[in-house]
C-alpha cells in the first residue's frame, strides 16, 4: 500500500489525481490533503478518502470547516500546516499540484523529509531547478514528473543512455489560438483564452497555454529533469495532442509516447513507477485518427516561448524572474487589469530591468521571485495607466 498526500487536491490537477487514486483504492492510501481556500470541494474529499491530515492555506476558509466538520482527521491552516502536510511521516509520496511559486516551499520540506515526488508543480523546477535536484540526489528522493510532456520523455527513455539524446522535442497543442496574428488577439477575452481545444486545466495554466508560456515552463523544467542543455531541447506545434512528447537518439531514431489528451494517465504512471497498471483512461483509436500534424512554434505573435528559452539560457536568477512575472501578468489579467497581448510584455520589460545572479543559493532566489513581482506590478500599474 503507498500512502499519498495530495497538495492542490481541489484543482484540475488534484482532482484528477483523486480520481486515479479512488479507482485503485487497493494500492494508495491517501493521508493527506491540501487545497487553498475550497472548502466544501475539500470536505466532500475527506469524507470520500479519510485522510489523517487536511490543510487549508486561506484561514477563514479553514475556519469554516473547522465550525463543522466533526470528524476524525486534523484540520490545519496557513504556511505552516501546508508545511506539516508536506513532511507528514506516514506518507511515501507527495503529489505535488499546487499552482505557481506556492509549490516551491513544501517541495522542498517533502524531499528534505525523504518522500518521494509526484511533481505536477512546474514552477518549483522553473525557479528553482538546479537547487532542487541536487537536493533531491543528496536526500535520495526520486521525482517522477506529473506534467502529460514530461512524463512522456520520462517514458520515452525507460532503458535508455541519457548520454545518447540528441535533442528532447516537447509538443503543444497550440493553444486556442492557434495560427492567429497579434492583431487577432488584440480583443480576446478571458473567456476566450480558457476555452482550451483539447486539455481540461486550471485557468493559469490554460491561460498559459494560451500564451505558450506553459511550454516555455516546461522547456526550464524539462532541462533540469532531464539534465539536457537548452539546445537539445525542441518544441513541435502538435495541435491533435496524441503525441505528447518525443526524444530523438543520436542513431537518428525518435521514440515518442502517444495517448489520449487526459492527465489521469500521466498521473497514474507517476504513483505507480516502475510498474504499469491498468487503468479506466480513455484508449486511443487509431482508426479514427484522420492525420497527426506538426508545426514550427509562432514566437512573433506568441513570444512568450522565446522569452522563457532566454530566461533559461541566462540561467541564475533569470527563469525565477520569468515564471514571477508571468504569474503576476496572468492573474492581471484575469483581473481585467492587462489585456491579452501585454502578458509577454509585462515579462519582458520584467526581465529586461534585471541583473542576473549567478552561484545561487534558495534566499536569492526568494530574493528574486520578491523582486520580479514587485516589478512586474509596476509594469502592471503603467499598462493601466495607458
Request: proline share 4%.
Amino acid at each position: 500500500m503507498q500512502h499519498v498526500a495530495v497538495l492542490g487536491s481541489t484543482g484540475s490537477v488534484g482532482t484528477q489525481a483523486l480520481d486515479v487514486i479512488a479507482a485503485n483504492l487497493d494500492r494508495y492510501k491517501v493521508t493527506v490533503l491540501a487545497a487553498y481556500k475550497n472548502d466544501k470541494l475539500l470536505a466532500e474529499q475527506i469524507e470520500y478518502f479519510k485522510p489523517q491530515l487536511a490543510v487549508l492555506i486561506d484561514k477563514q476558509a479553514a475556519d469554516r470547516m473547522v465550525s463543522k466538520y466533526r470528524g476524525p482527521t486534523k484540520i490545519l491552516t496557513g504556511e505552516e500546516g501546508l508545511l506539516e502536510a508536506a513532511t507528514f511521516h506516514q506518507t511515501d509520496t507527495v503529489l505535488t499540484a499546487l499552482v505557481g511559486f506556492a509549490g516551491l516551499d513544501p517541495t522542498i520540506a517533502a524531499i528534505k523529509a525523504k518522500k518521494n515526488i509526484a511533481l505536477a508543480n512546474k514552477e518549483t523546477l522553473v525557479a528553482a531547478g538546479e537547487f532542487v535536484m541536487s537536493l533531491a540526489k543528496q536526500y535520495n528522493v526520486n521525482i517522477y514528473p506529473v506534467d502529460s510532456e514530461h512524463s512522456a520523455v520520462f517514458q520515452c527513455l525507460q532503458g535508455e543512455n541519457k548520454k545518447q539524446i540528441r535533442r528532447i522535442i516537447l509538443t503543444a497543442s497550440g493553444g486556442p489560438f492557434r495560427g492567429r496574428t497579434a492583431l487577432e488577439l488584440e480583443d480576446v477575452t478571458v473567456a476566450d483564452c480558457l476555452r482550451h481545444p483539447n486539455w481540461s486545466m486550471g485557468q493559469k495554466i490554460t491561460i498559459d497555454s494560451a500564451t505558450l508560456a506553459n511550454k516555455g515552463l516546461e522547456v526550464i523544467e524539462a532541462r533540469w529533469l532531464f539534465g539536457v542543455e537548452y539546445e537539445q531541447i525542441d518544441v513541435c506545434v502538435h495541435p491533435q495532442s496524441i503525441i505528447h512528447s518525443m526524444v530523438e537518439f543520436i542513431d537518428g531514431s525518435v521514440i515518442s509516447q502517444m495517448g489520449m489528451p487526459d492527465m489521469r494517465l500521466p498521473i497514474h504512471y507517476a504513483l505507480s513507477y516502475p510498474e504499469r497498471m491498468p487503468s479506466n483512461c480513455p484508449r486511443l483509436d487509431f482508426s479514427s485518427l484522420s492525420a497527426l500534424t506538426f508545426e514550427v512554434p509562432d514566437t512573433v505573435n506568441f513570444p512568450a516561448l522565446r522569452l522563457a528559452y532566454e530566461a533559461g539560457k541566462g540561467s541564475g536568477t533569470m527563469p525565477c524572474v520569468f515564471n514571477a512575472a508571468n504569474e503576476v501578468a496572468v492573474y492581471a489579467f484575469l483581473n481585467n487589469e492587462i489585456s491579452f497581448l501585454d502578458i509577454p510584455k509585462v515579462i519582458g520589460y520584467t526581465m529586461e530591468s534585471h541583473t542576473i545572479v549567478h552561484n545561487i543559493d534558495l534566499n536569492q532566489i526568494y530574493i528574486a521571485d520578491t523582486w520580479a513581482r514587485r516589478c512586474a506590478r509596476q509594469v502592471v500599474a503603467d499598462f493601466r495607466k495607458r
